[in-house]
């Protein structure tokens, strides 16, 4: 599904240039519910980045179901973001003119593709998150956890390849942040989503199926969850960072 390989990216500022992302590379199958985590300035949030081409890569390779990103030009990329990947980020970017069910289906208003099936999508998602009761409520009527759900649902309404989250549960309660995790257990299991995401929280990145930790621009450990239960992975990853941290 999602293949990077090589990646670097540097940030020029004046005369010098910062090395951010040195030689990254991983993999996210069909179906995987995977995390990147990391201490600030690992280099999470450019790799992300990257992926949803926001910003251009310095070298390497970024494959999406087959296609290399580096190689589309600016309208096939807007392309790619609207219709093959979805986007959830912390601070939930609801529009908060619109209606939860006007949110969910921005994209498919911006794609000009509303119709019947986008409106039984919408339907379908709204059931799969509990928030139908919500629907027509603005954000402003609605709980952080409500939010994000509703963004969630957003993500997915043009049937995306991907779904990119950046700090998902950043700005959330531990009840909402179960929830926003639920949902993506939930899309994963009842829509086939694919899901990569990018947390500081522990509590979160024990739920995914493999969560790639990041230092100092490289991939510094690859944790699978395998047959542990969640809490004994959460323990695991919170070793390895307390490893990390004494290296």
């Known amino acids: 599904m999602l293949n990077v390989q090589n990646l670097h990216k540097s940030y020029q500022v004046g005369k010098t240039a910062y090395e951010v992302l040195k030689g990254v590379s991983l993999e996210v199958q069909k179906g995987e519910f995977v995390a990147v985590m990391g201490p600030s300035g690992s280099g ?117 390849l991907l779904i990119l989250a950046d700090e998902p549960t950043g700005n959330l309660d531990s009840k909402s942040s179960r929830a926003v995790i639920r949902s993506f257990e939930q899309a994963r299991e009842s829509l086939e989503a694919t899901i990569f995401m990018v947390t500081h929280d522990s509590f979160a990145a024990s739920f995914c199926d493999r969560v790639v930790i990041l230092q100092d621009g490289l991939v510094w450990r690859t944790l699978e969850k395998g047959v542990y239960d969640r809490a004994a992975f959460q323990n695991r990853l919170l070793d390895a960072i307390r490893d990390m941290n004494r290296e």
């Open 44 to 160: 999470k949030t450019t790799l992300l980045n990257c992926v949803s081409c926001y910003i251009p890569i310095d070298s390497g390779s970024i494959t999406l179901a087959g296609t290399e990103l580096a190689r589309l030009d600016e309208d096939a990329l807007a392309d790619v973001r609207n219709r093959q990947l979805g986007f959830v980020f912390q601070d939930f970017l609801l529009l908060d003119g619109l209606t939860v069910r006007e949110n969910i289906l921005l994209p498919a208003i911006i794609g000009g593709t509303v119709n019947s099936q986008t409106e039984q999508r919408e339907n379908q998602l709204c059931d799969v998150f509990g928030i139908s009761h919500i629907r027509e409520k603005y954000p402003a009527e609605i709980s952080g956890g409500e939010k994000q759900r509703t963004a969630v649902a957003r993500a997915l309404i043009n049937h995306p």
